[in-house]
């Protein structure tokens, strides 16, 4: 059942998490002992945990993994705080007033026909606020995952006008060709590039189809792991040890555990 009034139900629970953090700030020997620099990991963690539940339509999980995001953002705001740089309240100030700046379409007078126009204003209201750096790439953070890092310098490309309207799946078989041929010669360096090319355009495809290529490469390593555990308990049962089969066997029982998958769950 809904709450009458919402609001204030979010900012009495929002008020109770923040006299928390300050609490455990001050009485656990952990949390006294932690910067800025110590929490990001576990934020970084959290935040790939919160998209994990958010993939899966996890529900449940979803509402647990938002609140570890939430008390990160607690805790980080609560670290400005105390040396002065800013608080919980400057930081959801912050970013209201820099949602309704990027937002002219809903608080001013642009108008927009898709939500590709309302990404081109985005970045184009971003690159003119101060501070920023300089430039198509400017705080584009290199410490990003791969397939994100190159979506993100994909998506400032495009910004600039730099983009084809098709989605470049010739491009994919192209690096696919040329990294055919790099492997048959005996050039590391070839091989490399070759390889990052080819995995830049796919990056590129699943930006064009609107993808998330770090989510989407995980949950096929996820969908690999699940087959290939099925199909050493397949072994198993016909008493076999997976480690001991040549690769020829390994791969029958792989498409036998797919194939078992594919009946159980005909979308697979």
Known sequence: MSSPD???????AVQALDELT????????????QDERTIVPHTLEEAYELADAAWRRDDGKLLDELG??????????????????????????HVRQKLIRRHPHIFGDVEVEHAGEVLRNWDAIK????????????????????????????RRAATSGFDLEEVPYGAVLGQLEAVE??????????????????????????RKLKVDPELAVRSSADRFRARVE????????????WNDLDTGRQITYYAQARLREEQDDPKT
């Open 6 to 12: 919402p609001a204030a139900d979010a900012a009495a």
């Open 22 to 33: 300050r609490k455990l700030r001050v009485e656990c020997p952990w949390d006294r002992e």
């Open 68 to 93: 570890d995001v939430l008390f990160q953002v607690h805790f980080l705001s609560l670290l400005l705080e105390e040396r002065g740089a800013g608080s919980l309240a400057d930081v959801a100030e």
């Open 127 to 154: 690159a003119t606020e101060a501070g920023r750096e300089p430039g198509i790439f400017g705080e584009v953070p290199e410490n990003l995952p791969g397939p994100t890092y190159a979506r993100k310098v994909q």
């Open 181 to 206: 041929a790099a492997g048959g010669v005996d050039d590391p360096d070839a091989r490399f590039e070759a390889v990052g090319d080819l995995l830049f355009a796919a990056v590129n495809v699943a």
């Open 230 to 241: 099925a199909a050493e308990r397949l072994a198993e049962a016909d008493g076999a040890s």
